[in-house]
């Protein structure tokens, strides 16, 4: 009993100590998983995010839920656009003269609308989408009321009727001079509160204007001319009387706004009070700022400080502000930050927008529209694949309105299904969207010591209502977190001679065409591939080879002394675990071998004298050590011998026809041969099939780079001088002069005879 306990003991300690083993071979990756996400609640919507593992390393499936009290469904939305037309609009908007104040809004509104229109898109008849327009200078003017913008024909009437009517009033002959020219803000604004109404939900104004009120609403939409041609003797503050209330005290001595005003600080007023009434009314108001630069600076608008120097040199001012006032409604005299931050926050809802060039006009307007669009968009997730994320498939794309673009996901709730319940008298919307993943970790740069983000940012937008109040909020999902794996792959590089370690041999680790995630839609590149060489050491190392594939090893290049190995080995690594098929983690090349043959003929003579032969050879520089097999071939009779190299020495005797040819040397061994004992002979050689040369420096240098054959020609007795030798050529001049004598002397004999 005792010893079965100790058993039971051991092999539970035995399972502890394999533990970790045993995971690496789990039927799924749980274990890559680092966090799994969690639930997050917000105000009237919960939404969660959760990872689940899958049947293969790096792929995971992700989870999305979204449970709101509020369907989600295509929002109703009216806009109106407030533009100033005063005079100072047909200004240029920057230094550069690019284009006008005027020509600069018209046109970035002319593509608001026309994007409006594109997100409004097939939105059902029940849902508005409405622009309205006014502009404003004296006067507020109804360019066009409240219109359906739900198609881009639709946009285009709205665009022409803006142009075609804001440029009849603002390019009119005289127009510079005119009355009308001025700023009637307040008079802008109540004509698209009035538009917009109390019954329309989601209301926004988008108010710009390009220098400061300088007159308010006398009846209407009408504004009171600022030409003040009178000095009032009493009740200074009657409406639509205008002068410089911080200048004179006495009643009957104003310096009055003879010419009209550059800044109405009632005017101001009025707007501001006009704006509160707005916002209050569930208006949102985009301010936006043309050209809000002082003359010094390349603009046209003057400070109040500026104004009033202006006015102190005349009997006339441009300023309309009340008596005993102790500041200026739009704030500081000296700059036009005030301004920007009274435009931002008492006329806007605490947004404000700097054009102060034709770039910036468009950023304003592409900055609303992005603010706006949220609301049409509202009930969308948007969820970006985090970095070394790749997107592989939906898994219930055909119950949802879901798009992936750009490594994005968009979830369009609105058009999705639902499944709806309800808990103590509310109503639930539930949402769910699922996809997998694939965790890339075979990039160059993908960070093994950290948990990889599943996702960037993913967050939901939504609508909840009070009423006739709507509130768009967003909600910002938990991101899982996940983690690949890596093994080195690590190998010897030797020769089989000697088992010398051989360096600079490239291998090739290719991504299997049988690997397991080739099953699925997304995956690794099929052509992927890394590449290593045997250090000096004669070892290959293979460094971070990503987990989770098959591999197939192959060597691409070798040294000049090798033969390339032309096997393939079976390399994978699943969740870490390096295994491969290279026996005992070693992979030897041959070397190149060659066969050296020497012959031996004897000339002139019979003969069964043996001779010596000595044979020096280096490989590598080093000295040839070892045994090779020999054929020898004497008379056609074929024998076989061995032959060893000692110290790069060796030696051997042949006959006349005889030859031995030694089997299998090394490649490129650098090798001399001589004959020892050949007194009373003359020897020659050929090597392969060339010339037959003398055997002078009695041996023969060479280098074995291929099959070589030498045969050496002994000779008895005296032996001619080769063909082509400077002996032939004295030889031959010998003989021709012992021929020319006797000619000669017939020639002399013959010359005294006839003499």
């Not at 020219?181 to 307040?186: D, G, L, S």
């Not at 009314?281 to 010094?296: A, C, D, L, P, Y």
């Not at 010339?691 to 420096?697: L, S, V």
Request: aromatic share 12%.
């Amino acid at each position: 009993m005792r010893k079965f306990k100790q058993f039971i003991l051991l092999l539970f300690i035995f399972i502890l100590v394999l533990n970790p083993f045993l995971n690496v071979f789990a039927s799924n990756n749980e274990q890559q998983i680092k966090y799994v996400g969690t639930t997050t609640t917000g105000e009237k919507a919960t939404i969660s995010k959760i990872i689940t593992p899958s049947e293969l390393e790096n792929y995971f499936d992700i989870t999305l839920k979204v449970t709101t009290e509020e369907e989600a469904r295509k929002q109703d939305m009216s806009i109106v656009i407030v533009m100033d037309i005063s005079n100072t609009m047909n200004d240029y908007l920057d230094i550069n003269k690019t284009a006008t104040k005027y020509d600069a809004a018209i046109k970035a509104m002319e593509s608001f609308i026309k994007k409006f229109a594109s997100v409004s898109l097939n939105v059902p008849s029940s849902v508005t989408r409405k622009i309205g327009f006014v502009a404003f200078n004296t006067d507020a003017h109804l360019i066009f009321s409240l219109s359906d913008c739900k198609t881009l024909k639709q946009a285009d009437t709205l665009i022409d009727k803006m142009k075609i009517s804001t440029k009849k009033i603002i390019k009119a002959e005289g127009y510079g001079g005119s009355h009308l020219r001025f700023t009637n803000i307040e008079a802008g604004l109540k004509a698209s509160s009035d538009m917009l109404g109390n019954k329309t939900s989601n209301k926004h104004v988008i108010f710009l204007s390009d220098g400061f009120p300088t007159t308010y609403i006398s009846s209407g939409y009408k504004g009171y001319d600022p030409y003040t041609t009178y000095k009032a003797n009493i009740n200074d503050s009657k409406e639509g009387y205008f002068f410089d209330g911080k200048k004179n005290t006495t009643a009957n001595n104003q310096k009055v706004c003879l010419y009209g005003t550059s800044y109405s600080d009632r005017g101001a007023i009025k707007a501001r009070n006009m704006a509160i009434q707005m916002k209050n009314n569930n208006i949102t108001i985009h301010s936006v700022g043309v050209g809000i630069i002082k003359k010094e600076d390349g603009g046209t608008l003057k400070t109040i400080a500026e104004y009033r120097n202006q006015s102190d040199k005349s009997n006339f001012s441009v300023i309309d502000i009340e008596k005993n006032a102790t500041k200026y409604e739009i704030g500081g005299e000296n700059d036009l930050e005030g301004y920007k931050n009274w435009l931002k926050n008492k006329i806007g809802s605490n947004i404000y927008y700097d054009a102060t060039d034709t770039a910036g006009m468009n950023e304003a307007f592409n900055g609303i529209f992005e603010n706006v669009k949220l609301l049409s968009e509202a009930g969308e997730v948007t969820d970006p694949m985090g970095n070394d994320i790749e997107f592989v498939k939906f898994y219930n794309d055909q119950d949802n309105k879901v798009s992936f673009e750009n490594d994005t996901i968009k979830w369009n709730l609105k058009d999705s299904k639902f499944v709806k319940s309800s808990k103590d008298n509310v109503t639930y919307y539930e949402y769910e969207l699922k996809y997998r993943i694939r965790l890339e970790n075979e990039n160059p740069n993908f960070n093994y010591n950290n948990a990889i983000s599943t996702n960037k940012k993913t967050t939901l937008s939504y609508v909840i209502k009070d009423g006739e109040d709507i509130t768009i909020k967003t909600l910002d999902f938990e991101i899982p977190r996940v983690e690949g794996y890596y093994a080195s792959l690590e190998f010897d590089k030797k020769s089989d001679y000697k088992d010398e370690k051989i360096e600079g041999v490239v291998f090739e680790l290719v991504h299997d065409d049988d690997c397991s995630c080739m099953s699925e839609i997304s995956h690794i590149d099929k052509n992927y591939k890394l590449t290593a060489s045997s250090n000096s050491s004669g070892k290959v190392i293979f460094d971070k080879v990503p987990s989770g594939h098959s591999y197939k090893l192959h060597e691409i290049v070798t040294d000049e002394y090798h033969s390339l190995d032309d096997n393939y080995y079976n390399v994978k690594v699943d969740f870490g675990l390096m295994t491969h098929n290279i026996a005992s983690s070693t992979i030897i090349n041959n070397i190149i071998k060659k066969d050296l043959t020497i012959g031996k003929v004897v000339k002139n003579i019979t003969t069964n004298k043996s001779f010596d032969f000595e044979i020096n050879a280096n490989y590598k520089d080093e000295k040839l050590n070892g045994t090779y097999q020999v054929i020898r071939n004497t008379n056609g009779k074929i024998t076989n011998e061995k032959i060893t190299f000692v110290d790069g020495t060796t030696t051997f005797k042949l006959k006349h026809n005889e030859s031995i040819t030694i089997k299998d040397l090394p490649f490129k061994i650098d090798f001399n041969i001589k004959e020892l004992n050949y007194d009373g002979f003359s020897v020659k050689y050929q090597i392969n099939d060339g010339d037959i040369k003398k055997f002078n420096d009695n041996k023969i240098k060479s280098s074995l780079e291929d099959d070589m054959k030498i045969k050496f020609i002994n000779y008895s007795g005296y032996v001619m001088p080769e063909t082509g030798s400077n002996k032939m050529l004295i030889l031959a001049i010998i003989g021709t002069f012992l021929v020319l004598i006797p000619i000669l002397y017939i020639l002399v004999n013959t010359f005294k005879k006839f003499n």
